[in-house]
Nanobody
Framework: QVQLVESGGGLVQPGGSLRLSCTTS????????LAWFRQAPGKEREAVAS?????????FYRDSVKGRFTISRDHAKNTVYLQMNNLEPEDTAVYYC????????????????????WGQGTQVSVAS
């Protein structure tokens, strides 16, 4: 049974940091691209970052988080992380982790329909 379980969300002040974790099971971790998406109230789900499978571990980021967020993966723990620094109120959302078998590319990594498996989400709130 495939499972993706997010953790690490919470309330933080603007300029603060959080590290999200997504622990996975039920599939061969290294064969999958892992990604983080987020959805704010009243808005569509949007891609935040992705890290490719064992082919090249390539990373993609949406423009608004470049230089502030870093995605990484731990093969020993089957876990993907999202380190978020210098958080802004606009980063407030439910954050989801997702998995896609194989690679994604520059034009597909951000498409939710590309991802077969999803976690339940973790809330991130940025407010003073």
């Amino acid at each position: 049974q495939v499972q993706l379980v997010e953790s690490g969300g919470g309330l933080v002040q603007p300029g603060g940091s959080l590290r999200l974790s997504c622990t996975t099971s039920g599939f061969t971790f290294d064969y999958y691209t892992l990604a983080w998406f987020r959805q704010a109230p009243g808005k569509e789900r949007e891609a935040v970052a992705s890290i490719s499978d064992e082919t090249d571990w390539k990373e993609f980021y949406r423009d608004s988080v470049k230089g502030r967020f870093t995605i990484s993966r731990d093969h020993a723990k089957n876990t993907v992380y999202l380190q978020m620094n210098n958080l802004e109120p606009e980063d407030t959302a439910v954050y989801y982790c997702a998995a896609h078998w194989g690679q994604t590319g520059e034009y597909t990594w951000a498409v939710p329909g590309q991802y077969r498996y999803w976690g339940q989400g973790t809330q991130v709130s940025v407010a003073s």
